[in-house]
């Protein structure tokens, strides 16, 4: 059962463009939403995250969107650049009492062009 | 500072045979998370350890799999009787209170 789906699975942007990933989950109880990026070779690195007190999280080019009535978040990063191409995850988690174990999406491939 | 690290970075074995995968968290940490990434799929959660509590082991696929943290830093995930199916990245992530996580760069098993 996959508790958090996440689309699309890749996308294309055009440099200076807005990429858009989008998440939903299903287990009410998640109360920490975290957004990493992963380079090929490397482990996954926190890029943003949001709790569900907020609708809506911007740091830079990278903005966080939160609908807790619909379950669903994404991540917006403006101004796409090349080297933002990586594979960007969707995570959640159940904070107190959970142990933060996070269940991910199964990632977007983002490949932003020149 | 220096992050988490794992070793080996990469590891072939054939099938049936055991395998020890080690991870070094960020010093301080209490939490520690061991993950697998397979081909074309998100990260799934195999265990948990947070100080001296009794780990949280409900990600592991089967009892073949087991992991053990010594002195509260060094983790250990010990995969016996390896299939091909546990072909796949396993990652390594330390935390030092909730919610960040901070993630090794794996180790890449391949069983023949």
């Known amino acids: 059962q996959q508790q958090v789906k996440q689309s699309p699975q890749s996308l294309i942007v055009q440099k200076g463009g807005i990429s858009i990933i989008n998440c939903a989950y299903e287990?009410?109880?998640?109360?920490?939403f975290p957004w990493y990026q992963q380079f090929p070779g490397k482990g996954p690195a926190l890029l943003i995250a949001i709790r569900p007190d907020v609708s809506e999280k911007k740091e830079g080019r990278f903005t966080i969107s939160f609908n807790k009535s619909a379950k669903q978040f994404s991540l917006h990063i403006m101004d796409s650049q090349p080297g933002d191409s990586a594979t960007y995850f969707c995570a959640a988690s159940k904070g107190t009492g959970g142990g933060n174990k996070l269940t991910f999406g199964t990632g977007t491939q983002l490949k932003v062009e020149l | 500072g220096a992050g988490v690290s794992q070793s080996p970075s990469n590891k072939v074995t054939e099938k049936g045979k055991d395998v020890e995968l080690r991870c070094d968290p960020i010093s301080g940490h209490t939490a520690l998370y061991w993950y697998r990434q397979s081909l074309g799929q998100g990260l799934e959660f195999l265990i948990y350890?947070?100080?001296?509590?009794?780990?949280?082991k409900s990600g592991l696929p089967s009892d073949r799999f087991s992991a053990e943290r010594t002195g509260g830093s060094v983790s250990t995930l010990t995969i016996q009787r390896t299939q091909q199916e546990d072909s796949a990245v396993y990652l390594c992530?330390?935390?030092?209170?909730?919610?960040?996580?901070?993630f090794g760069p794996g180790t890449r098993l391949t069983v023949l």
């Open positions: 350890f947070q100080g001296n509590s009794a780990p949280d």
């Open positions: 992530a330390s935390s030092p209170k909730a919610d960040t996580q901070y």
């Open positions: 287990n009410t109880a998640f109360d920490y």
